[in-house]
């Protein structure tokens, strides 16, 4: 019988070999590759900000729909203690993120750890004498420190004995000064029988405001009257005959 050398083994072995070899080189591979990236990531701290900030947007945007148009700012809180006075960050915690969309006027407080989004915001750009500036860490694409605000929480009773009588002040106040005002609801006064416009002050708070309003309205600023339920509202509108 004529006897062939074992071609068969051989054949065999040689993609073995090259599947081994193959498995042996591909960790090394990546995490070269890992290596080299960061490397260069760190010569070139723009650019790291830049990746950091598309992760960072591609994450948010699982949980929510972000404004189109424009390319966010990022931030990060890193002493909430510093930040507490501001309802934005009455919930926040250090390690948060924050996109700051200047256009859109739009702030979102986002928790990575949780992949959360604790709290979405209009952007108020300008002085308030009621908002300290935050201080946060920021990337090295962020701006100047940034005042994010809530918009005043406004309710509105009709303390006359015409119906839906609140509608159109509610329109009037929503006119002129948009997303700075909430209004939370619109009531019957305990009593239908106020012969003025009354704007109550209720957290004593924003002073600069309430006052602009009872002079848009041509009313006056009091107290809360003896009888009527306090709202959970920052300002209090009484309209009167």
Same mark, same amino acid.
């Not at 900000?49 to 424009?70: D, H, Q, T, Y």
């Not at 305990?190 to 109550?200: A, F, H, P, Q, R």
């Given at each position: 019988?004529?006897? $062939?050398?074992?071609?068969?083994?051989?054949?065999? @072995?040689? !993609? #073995? /070999?090259? #599947?081994?070899?193959?498995?042996? +080189?591909?960790?090394?591979?990546?995490?070269?590759?890992?290596?080299?990236?960061?490397?260069?990531?760190?010569?070139?701290?723009?650019?790291?900000?830049?990746?950091?900030? %598309?992760?960072?947007?591609?994450?948010? %945007?699982?949980?929510?729909?972000?404004? %189109?148009?424009?390319? *966010?700012?990022?931030?990060?809180?890193?002493?909430?203690?510093?930040?507490?006075?501001?309802? $934005?960050?009455?919930?926040?915690?250090? =390690?948060?993120?924050? @996109?700051?969309?200047?256009?859109?006027?739009?702030?979102?407080?986002?928790? !990575?750890? /949780?992949?959360?989004?604790?709290?979405?915001?209009? #952007?108020?750009? %300008?002085?308030?004498?009621?908002?300290?500036?935050?201080? /946060?860490?920021?990337?090295? &694409?962020? *701006?100047? *420190?940034?005042?994010?605000?809530?918009?005043?929480?406004?309710? +509105?009773?009709?303390?006359? !004995?015409?119906?839906? $009588?609140?509608?159109?002040?509610?329109?009037?106040?929503?006119?002129?000064?948009?997303?700075? +005002?909430?209004?939370?609801?619109?009531?019957?006064? =305990?009593? &239908?029988?106020?012969?003025?416009?009354?704007?109550?002050?209720?957290?004593?708070?924003?002073?600069?405001?309430?006052?602009?309003?009872?002079?848009?309205? =041509?009313?006056? /600023?009091?107290? #809360?009257?003896?009888?009527?339920?306090?709202?959970?509202?920052? +300002?209090?509108?009484? @309209?009167?005959?």
């Amino acid at each position: 019988m004529i006897k $062939f050398p074992s071609i068969s083994k051989k054949i065999f @072995l040689a !993609p #073995l /070999i090259i #599947l081994i070899l193959f498995t042996a +080189i591909l960790p090394s591979y990546y995490f070269y590759s890992k290596y080299e990236k960061n490397r260069k990531l760190l010569e070139n701290p723009r650019e790291a900000a830049r990746e950091e900030l %598309g992760s960072l947007i591609e994450e948010v %945007g699982k949980v929510v729909e972000l404004p %189109g148009g424009e390319e *966010p700012t990022a931030a990060t809180v890193s002493d909430k203690e510093k930040l507490k006075n501001q309802p $934005f960050f009455a919930r926040s915690e250090n =390690g948060d993120r924050v @996109l700051i969309y200047t256009q859109a006027k739009k702030a979102i407080l986002y928790r !990575p750890s /949780i992949h959360k989004v604790i709290d979405i915001a209009p #952007l108020i750009i %300008g002085p308030s004498e009621n908002t300290p500036t935050p201080t /946060i860490v920021t990337s090295e &694409n962020t *701006p100047a *420190p940034t005042k994010i605000l809530k918009p005043v929480r406004v309710s +509105i009773y009709n303390g006359t !004995p015409a119906m839906g $009588f609140s509608l159109g002040f509610e329109k009037k106040l929503k006119e002129k000064y948009g997303e700075k +005002i909430e209004i939370t609801e619109r009531e019957t006064a =305990g009593k &239908n029988t106020y012969s003025e416009i009354l704007v109550v002050n209720l957290t004593g708070k924003d002073t600069t405001l309430a006052e602009d309003i009872s002079q848009f309205l =041509g009313a006056k /600023i009091g107290a #809360l009257p003896e009888g009527e339920i306090r709202p959970e509202a920052d +300002i209090l509108i009484i @309209l009167g005959k």
